[in-house]
Structure formats: structure tokens, C-alpha cells
């Protein structure tokens, strides 16, 4: 046990979108050994992600110790406040301080590895490698920038965050060769922190594996089957726990051990909800027609529509951006926006299409909405339709529940949040824009997946993972609940470090052995956690245009985007 004067250091280990309903049954079968001895020797909680559970603003939560309406990210996109157009995010749009600026400010020493929304890299006491926002590892996304040549040699293949939906996985020599894809990822990246345990002195080191992530969204359909593919998802779980294994063997005795997953995962329903089609069927959202379409048909895209939920040649791109070239991106989702008639439009679908902004006077370029009662009633009204709405066969609910913004957010950045945020029954059911061209043609609100389109099969859920082993840790306990903005804290605390005062979230003081509590108890501080209204750079572009295209090709593979 440490005493108070002896160093304590904080290895945190992400296994994004781990999931216990998967972890549990596998430990008991034989097949993660190494999780198991965390959870034998350990304690275990069920850690909260944020709504919706989605990287950037569940990653940024983790490092920022505040919730969404403190940090500004609520999704991959951000709305440009003069139009209707949006950006991709990256570490520019953090507005809050991150864990790992802090602890370099107090003398701690950090290694920092693929964790999102690090783009670009901060200089920081220590090592940073750049996250999943990352366009390439020809990026400046290193800091130091000199230990880029270093972990190109050290990890050999180093891949920041590899497309294997790029393209879909229709067949399986595809599915066959992103499967090998995903095990040498993580075998470069296992090399990295290894060599960077071994070489680089460090307080806190946290390190994302992202392929957990990846095969569940591509391959949860083949599980419990009969399939070549059965036990893809379990392959990729060995894998990481034969990292871990390897990777607890080199941490040094005073070492707090933390496992934890930025949000969970289960399967997709069959169903897709066609929300732009809806709001037009409501009433609330209109398409332009006759010039706008007609100008689509002389350029030949209704040729090119049918092929843009894959990958688009750059030829086609370079066609859409000559006749959108206010898009910064050239998604399926960003070209019908254009196509949108916004002074007659009252609601549209926002950063995700299962969020959902009013066009508010005083507030979008093209407002129509009155602040106040006529907002409020629009907003009380589409959260009643939506959760009354049902499939037109089976009956099943669409969707659960539709929050307000400030029912999960606050903050003063709450009014860059979407007005309302909507969830499926279990997230199952795909939310989705429509059809590349509006029209009557394409006038379906609730389909049935076609296997091509809508290929994801696993999707994010809310209850993560987390597990913590060390030292201090108390052995063999499960504890209820934590919510993800609770680590920032309790990293801090596990570093003998003060808590700053204006943090979200708690310090799970339940994980630690009492002695450990009634010898050391937390310490509030006065710091501050603002970014001066955002990182360095903040309100300009986050990326150019062929950083934008490499980020959008990256998300649509996984089916984050239209």
C-alpha cells in the first residue's frame, strides 16, 4: 500500500465500445483471462456514457471532466453559426481544458495514444499521438513532432484509425482481409505502448484500442451463428486481452490499472427511420423543387446519387464541390441538405440524424420560428409524435425518447447543442436523413435495411465498461454505476492530485480501500477549466478540404454518416 508521500501513477487502458454483456460470459468461459484476474482481483462498475454515445463527445467528456454543454461537442459535426452548413470537429472545438493539458500545468509527466478529438496534438509534458480525427499519419499529428520518426520505426504499419467499412464489407475475402487489418492495428499499436513504457517516464498514460469498436459495428450479426465469421467479435476481445495481459506485466507496483469503454454495444434492429421524410410529411421541413432538382439532372448526378452511399470516386467529388462548393463535405446527408427551402422550413435533422434543430428567428439565417412559446410548442409537439410513432407492420416503437438539450446538457455552450436529441428503443433502429433526391419517388419514412445501404449491424449503447485494479483498489467488488464524466476526477485523485472544483462529475471513492480514503481524502482546488472560449485556432476551419474528405470516408465506413 502507498503511503502519502510515495509517486502513484494512472495507466488508463480504453477498449472503446467494450461491453460487459459480451466480457462476462467470455471470462466465464475461459476465453479473456486477463480481464478476468482484473475482475477477481479489481472492482467493477458499469460506467454511463453521455447521449448520444458517440466518440467525440463521449471522448471529450472523458478528458474533460464536464459534460457536453461545457466542453461544445455534440457529435462529429459542429453547425456554422451564420448558415446551415457543418464542420467536422477535432481538439480546435474542445472548449474546455483536458486532463492532460492540466496535468502537464501541475509537473505530471502523460502519454496520450489515439484517443479522439486530440487533433491537432497539444503540447503537453510528455507524449501525444493524435486520435481517430487524425486525417493520416502524414498529418503533423505527433507531439513532440520529432517522436513521429520514432514510432514509425518502433511500430512498423502504425495505423491511426483504419476504414474497414470503406467500401463495404459485402463479401468475405473483404470481411477476411479487415479482420486482419484490425489485428495488425492493434499489433502496431500494442508495440507503441509498450516501447513507450519501457522508454518514456510517465504520471498517466492512457492508450485507446479502437478495434473492439470496429468488428462489432461490421460483424455482430454473425454472432451465435454458424457462420465464418461467428467468433470475429471474440477474436478481436482475445487479441485486446493478450494486450493487456502484456501490457499489466510492464506496469510498474504503484500503478492504478483503469479499463474502461467510452460507451457499450449491441445489435441493429432490421429498421431504418427516414427522419428528413418524416419532418416533410409533417409539414415541417420543405424541399426545394423544379430549378434545384433540374440543375442536378443536367449535371448527371442522378447517375452519381446511386453510387454515393459508397465510396465516391475523386472525380465525382470534385463534380459535387464545383456545384456545392460552399459544402465542406460531400456526403449523401450534406448534398440533399442544399437542397433544402429554408425560409419555408420549420424543423430540420442536425450533427447526427437523430438530433433535430428548430429553424429559430434571431438565431439561423432563415429562422421562422419564434422564440419562446411557439418554439416551445413546436418542441412539445415533436416529442409527442415522435414517441407515438410506431411501425406501420409490426407495431414495434420508433422511438423512445426524445429529450430536450437541456434535459442532458448544460452549460454555457448549451445553445450551440440540437434542440432535441432522439433515441430509438435500445439505439437499435438506424436514423437516418433519406433518400439522396426528395421526391415522390423516394417518399419512405420506415424501410427494411438492404444488407448494403444500412450495413452496420452493431451499434453504441450507454452502459460502457470499467474496471480498476491496483494497489489502493478494493478486490473483488462490483459497484454500482459510474457515469463517464466521473474519471477526470478520480484519475486525479488515484495522482494525489487536487480536484478541481468546477468538474461534473464525482470521485468514485467506493473503488478505493477505505484506509486508502481516510488517510488521503479528496482535496477540492480552485482551478480553472475554460479554454479561453476554445483551443488554440478555435473558430477556424477544423480541417481543409482534403483532411474533410479523409475524416467523412473514415465515418461513413462505419455508418456515423450519410
Known amino acids: 500500500m502507498n503511503s502519502p508521500a510515495e509517486p502513484r501513477r494512472v495507466f488508463c487502458l480504453g477498449l472503446d465500445s467494450a461491453t460487459f454483456d459480451l466480457v462476462d460470459p467470455w471470462v466465464r468461459a475461459g476465453d479473456l483471462p486477463n480481464l478476468g484476474r482484473l475482475l477477481a482481483e479489481g472492482t467493477r462498475a458499469v460506467l454511463r456514457s453521455v447521449m448520444l454515445p458517440f466518440s467525440p463527445q463521449a471522448w471529450g ?35 474546455s481544458r483536458t486532463l492532460w493539458s492540466l496535468l502537464s500545468e501541475l509537473g505530471k509527466k502523460v502519454v496520450v495514444v489515439n484517443i479522439p478529438m486530440t487533433y491537432p496534438p497539444e503540447a503537453v509534458k510528455g507524449i501525444l499521438v493524435g486520435g481517430m480525427d487524425a486525417p493520416g499519419i502524414e498529418s503533423p499529428f505527433v507531439h513532440p513532432p520529432e517522436f513521429r520518426d520514432t514510432l514509425l520505426r518502433v511500430a512498423e504499419g502504425y495505423v491511426i484509425h483504419l476504414h474497414i467499412g470503406d467500401g463495404y464489407l459485402d463479401s468475405d475475402a473483404k470481411r477476411r482481409g479487415a479482420l ?31 478495434a473492439i469498436d470496429q468488428v462489432q459495428h461490421h460483424f455482430w450479426q454473425f454472432l451465435g451463428t454458424d457462420h465464418e465469421f461467428r467468433d470475429a467479435i471474440r477474436s478481436v476481445y482475445r487479441r485486446l486481452d493478450d494486450a493487456l495481459g502484456r501490457i499489466r506485466a510492464r506496469l510498474p507496483g504503484d500503478a492504478t490499472l483503469l479499463v474502461v469503454s467510452d460507451h457499450g454495444a449491441g445489435p441493429t434492429s432490421p429498421y431504418v427511420f427516414f427522419i428528413d421524410e ?5 409539414g415541417w421541413l420543405r424541399f426545394q423543387s423544379g430549378r434545384s432538382l433540374r440543375a442536378l439532372a443536367r449535371s448527371g448526378l442522378r ?4 453510387h454515393l452511399s459508397r465510396r465516391l470516386t475523386s472525380q465525382l467529388k470534385d463534380q459535387l464541390m464545383r456545384i456545392f462548393p460552399k459544402l465542406r463535405v460531400r ?26 434543430r428548430i429553424n429559430l428567428k434571431g438565431r439561423d439565417r432563415a429562422g421562422i420560428v419564434e422564440p419562446g412559446g411557439e418554439y416551445e410548442a413546436l418542441r412539445d409537439t415533436l416529442i409527442a409524435r415522435l414517441q407515438a410513432l410506431e411501425h406501420p407492420e409490426t407495431g414495434e416503437k420508433l422511438i423512445e425518447k426524445v429529450y430536450r438539450r437541456e434535459e442532458i446538457y448544460h452549460g454555457p455552450w448549451l445553445e450551440e447543442a440540437p434542440d432535441l436529441v432522439l433515441c430509438p428503443p435500445k439505439l437499435a433502429h438506424q436514423i437516418r436523413g ?48 459510474l457515469d463517464l464524466v466521473d474519471l477526470f476526477p478520480t484519475i486525479l485523485y488515484g495522482l494525489g492530485l487536487p480536484i478541481p472544483a468546477s468538474v461534473d462529475g464525482r470521485v468514485a471513492l467506493e473503488i478505493f480501500e477505505p484506509g486508502v480514503v481516510a488517510r488521503r481524502p479528496p482535496q477540492c482546488a480552485d482551478i480553472d477549466l475554460s479554454r479561453d472560449g476554445g483551443a488554440p485556432g478555435a473558430g477556424k476551419s477544423t480541417y481543409s478540404d482534403e483532411e474533410s474528405r479523409t475524416i467523412e470516408e473514415s465515418l461513413r465506413g462505419m455508418g456515423y454518416i450519410e
Open 303 to 306: 447517375f452519381a446519387s446511386r
Open 331 to 356: 456526403s449523401q446527408g450534406f448534398i440533399r441538405r442544399s437542397l433544402i427551402d429554408w425560409p419555408a422550413t420549420r424543423v430540420y435533422s442536425g450533427e447526427h440524424p437523430a438530433t433535430l
Open 61 to 95: 467528456t472523458f478528458m474533460t471532466g464536464v459534460n457536453p454543454g461545457r466542453h461544445g461537442i455534440f457529435g462529429f459535426k459542429s453547425k456554422d453559426p451564420n448558415g446551415y452548413a457543418f464542420q467536422f470537429v477535432n481538439n480546435r472545438s474542445v472548449k
Open 434 to 481: 433519406g433518400p439522396f433526391l426528395p421526391g415522390k419517388n423516394y417518399r419512405k419514412i420506415v424501410a427494411t435495411k438492404d444488407g448494403r445501404q444500412f450495413f452496420v449491424s452493431g451499434t453504441h449503447q450507454v452502459e460502457g465498461l470499467f474496471i480498476a485494479w491496483g494497489p489502493e483498489i478494493v478486490r473483488g467488488a462490483s459497484v454500482g454505476p
Open 180 to 210: 486482419k487489418g484490425l489485428f495488425d492495428m492493434t499489433d502496431a499499436r500494442e508495440k507503441l505502448v509498450l516501447h513507450l513504457l519501457e522508454h518514456q517516464e510517465w504520471d498517466f498514460f492512457v492508450v485507446n484500442f479502437s
Open 278 to 282: 418524416w419532418l416533410r410529411e409533417q
